[in-house]
């Protein structure tokens, strides 16, 4: 049982130091395009059209489908 709080309590501990505020001046640096979780958001969504187009599903690439899958 000591070892599940030690576990948890090192969880918490790790997780509080990951939270740590950001200064206006380092703001500009995450907000470069190369940091962007979608660097180019525009091929991202006709990506996802081709392919809902191709398979035959609805969008949001999820449900009921089966197209051939042909390009």
Do not use: F
């Not at 939270?19 to 907000?31: E, K, M, S």
């Amino acid at each position: 049982m000591q070892i599940v709080k030690y576990g948890v309590l090192s969880g918490l501990v790790l997780a509080a130091a990951a939270c740590t505020p950001v200064a206006p001046w380092q703001r500009g640096v995450l907000a470069k395009p190369h940091m962007a979780l979608n660097p180019n958001p525009i091929d991202a969504v006709m990506r996802n059209h081709n392919y809902s187009s191709r398979e035959a599903a609805p969008a949001g690439m999820a449900g009921m489908g089966g197209g051939c899958g042909c390009y």
